[in-house]
């Protein structure tokens, strides 16, 4: 998965200084290279910096970078190359693990083409020998899942040149590839293809709570990172009988981030050298509210709290609302809410704040997404059909559109504290 249009949108543009920090806070004063390197302790893996033990706190980022240091964030990650991120990240004592395009097998790229292939090499080499002195880069990563639905394993042949390559001109950043999920077929591939690469980076979803599973049927037993985690996969969860993904509720992903991380990230520092949750920021991907942990306007959502306890072992001063349940004409999301064109129908949520702020709703009916992309290529917010606020009302009455087809209702509950909890409904009108 990415971002869409292959780079981050940040909110502001700041100022250069010196002055950073590693991952233990301590400070380091370089406008150099900072030395980063994969040790083998014992039977443990782990990541040094400036050499010093480095343990952060990482996202995939396309918001506040602000915001993200407040809630203890040190180390973002990018899908596609981007200079000006790494003199922000820098300004903020944050690191960056620098991700180029590499353009993948479903975008067009055949690698069998030389020319194509040779002028994306010369890309890459521009940037790297432009960049690879920069204090705040961690680590280069060479193409994002390059492994989705691809036929032509001769990607990994070129992986492996480019990381070669960056080896000769840059020992201070170890290099890396993502893939999508953890696949004994895929790592194979790699092993050997790309031997060049320091480290394996995996992205994984409703799998992270098999990855250690994954991993042992692959027989991977070098270092590797979690590179984006987060909600369960549209393509992974329950549909209507229409089609339509059952999207969890605000506060259902926060149990999952919560739940997956301990299962299967934290216990495994010993060859998990690092992670970024997914998304630190807002996209549209099936809905606007499926993968950001913020709302389009800025909200953070109850899994911003989830993510503030696993970086500081304590949960934030004011707490997002929590969301137990929605119903439309009586009926939960899971049980295909059929409804009459025309008709005016219930709506309801359940919601509670832990610091009893009071709260207010926001309805919003929209029609159901007919996007087909994969891998979090760049989607159209689908349109639009009403908009209902109000100050203390949990519960509504709806009129369903007038045209057959598929549609969501979706429910935001504020707690004027810049937090927001949110759930949705799939339903199909019937004329």
Same mark, same amino acid.
């Given at each position: 998965?990415?971002?869409?249009?292959?780079?981050?949108?940040?909110?502001?543009?700041?100022? *250069?200084?010196?002055?950073?920090?590693?991952?233990?806070?301590?400070?380091?004063?370089?406008?150099?290279?900072?030395?980063?390197?994969?040790?083998?302790?014992?039977?443990?893996?782990?990541?040094?910096?400036?050499?010093?033990?480095?343990?952060?706190?990482?996202?995939?980022?396309?918001?506040?970078?602000?915001?993200?240091?407040?809630?203890?964030?040190?180390?973002?990650?990018?899908?596609?190359?981007?200079?000006?991120?790494?003199?922000?990240?820098?300004?903020?004592?944050?690191?960056?693990?620098?991700?180029?395009? *590499?353009?993948?097998?479903?975008?067009?790229?055949?690698?069998?083409?030389?020319?194509?292939?040779?002028?994306?090499?010369? =890309?890459?080499?521009?940037?790297?020998?432009?960049?690879?002195?920069?204090?705040?880069?961690?680590?280069?990563?060479?193409?994002? @899942?390059?492994?989705?639905?691809?036929?032509?394993?001769?990607?990994?042949?070129?992986?492996?040149? *480019?990381?070669?390559?960056?080896?000769?001109?840059?020992?201070?950043?170890?290099?890396?590839?993502?893939?999508?999920?953890?696949?004994?077929?895929?790592?194979?591939?790699?092993?050997?293809?790309?031997?060049?690469?320091?480290?394996?980076?995996?992205?994984?979803?409703?799998?992270?709570?098999?990855?250690?599973?994954?991993?042992?049927?692959?027989?991977?037993?070098?270092?590797?990172?979690?590179?984006?985690?987060?909600?369960?996969?549209?393509?992974?969860?329950?549909?209507?009988?229409?089609?339509?993904?059952?999207?969890?509720?605000?506060?259902?992903?926060?149990?999952?981030?919560?739940?997956?991380?301990?299962?299967?990230?934290?216990?495994?520092?010993?060859?998990?050298?690092?992670?970024?949750?997914?998304?630190?920021?807002?996209?549209?991907?099936?809905?606007?509210?499926?993968?950001?942990?913020?709302?389009?306007?800025?909200?953070?959502?109850?899994?911003?709290?989830?993510?503030?306890?696993?970086?500081?072992?304590?949960?934030?001063?004011?707490?997002?609302? =929590?969301?137990?349940?929605?119903?439309?004409?009586?009926?939960?999301?899971?049980?295909?809410?059929?409804?009459?064109?025309?008709?005016?129908?219930?709506?309801?949520?359940?919601?509670?704040?832990?610091?009893?702020?009071?709260?207010?709703?926001?309805?919003?009916?929209?029609?159901?997404?007919? @996007?087909?992309?994969?891998?979090?290529?760049?989607?159209?917010?689908?349109?639009?059909?009403?908009?209902?606020?109000?100050?203390?009302?949990?519960?509504?009455?709806?009129?369903?559109?007038? @045209?057959?087809?598929?549609? =969501?209702?979706?429910?935001?509950?504020?707690?004027?504290?810049?937090?927001?909890?949110?759930?949705? *409904?799939?339903?199909?009108?019937?004329?």
């Amino acid at each position: 998965m990415r971002v869409g249009n292959y780079s981050l949108i940040i909110i502001a543009f700041f100022l *250069i200084i010196s002055c950073n920090q590693n991952g233990d806070g301590q400070e380091i004063i370089n406008d150099g290279p900072i030395k980063v390197e994969i040790r083998k302790e014992g039977k443990a893996y782990q990541l040094y910096r400036g050499g010093q033990p480095y343990l952060f706190n990482g996202a995939g980022l396309s918001g506040d970078i602000k915001k993200f240091v407040e809630h203890g964030g040190n180390s973002i990650r990018t899908w596609a190359e981007n200079s000006e991120i790494l003199d922000i990240a820098h300004e903020h004592g944050v690191t960056v693990f620098m991700c180029f395009y *590499i353009q993948p097998e479903r975008h067009d790229m055949d690698y069998g083409d030389k020319e194509q292939v040779n002028k994306q090499f010369e =890309r890459v080499k521009k940037f790297v020998l432009a960049n690879k002195d920069h204090p705040a880069l961690l680590a280069w990563c060479i193409g994002n @899942e390059l492994n989705l639905n691809y036929t032509d394993p001769s990607v990994y042949d070129e992986v492996n040149r *480019i990381s070669k390559w960056i080896h000769e001109v840059d020992p201070n950043h170890p290099t890396t590839t993502t893939i999508s999920s953890v696949n004994p077929e895929v790592v194979k591939d790699i092993k050997e293809r790309a031997p060049s690469l320091d480290f394996l980076s995996v992205q994984v979803y409703g799998d992270l709570f098999v990855l250690q599973d994954l991993l042992q049927k692959s027989n991977w037993t070098k270092p590797y990172m979690v590179t984006e985690w987060g909600a369960i996969g549209h393509w992974e969860m329950k549909s209507t009988a229409w089609g339509a993904p059952l999207e969890q509720n605000s506060t259902e992903k926060a149990a999952t981030y919560l739940k997956g991380y301990n299962k299967s990230i934290g216990p495994f520092g010993d060859q998990c050298i690092g992670n970024y949750v997914f998304l630190w920021g807002q996209k549209q991907e099936r809905t606007p509210t499926w993968y950001g942990l913020f709302l389009k306007e800025g909200e953070e959502t109850e899994v911003i709290d989830v993510i503030h306890y696993i970086w500081n072992d304590e949960w934030p001063q004011n707490r997002t609302p =929590r969301l137990s349940a929605m119903y439309l004409n009586g009926k939960k999301a899971d049980e295909n809410v059929y409804l009459n064109a025309g008709y005016e129908y219930s709506a309801s949520v359940a919601t509670e704040d832990y610091d009893e702020d009071p709260l207010s709703f926001k309805w919003v009916i929209m029609k159901e997404s007919t @996007e087909t992309k994969e891998g979090g290529d760049k989607e159209e917010v689908p349109e639009k059909l009403g908009v209902i606020e109000s100050a203390d009302q949990s519960s509504i009455v709806i009129t369903a559109p007038e @045209e057959e087809g598929a549609y =969501r209702l979706f429910v935001y509950v504020y707690d004027g504290n810049n937090h927001a909890a949110h759930a949705n *409904i799939p339903f199909y009108v019937n004329q």
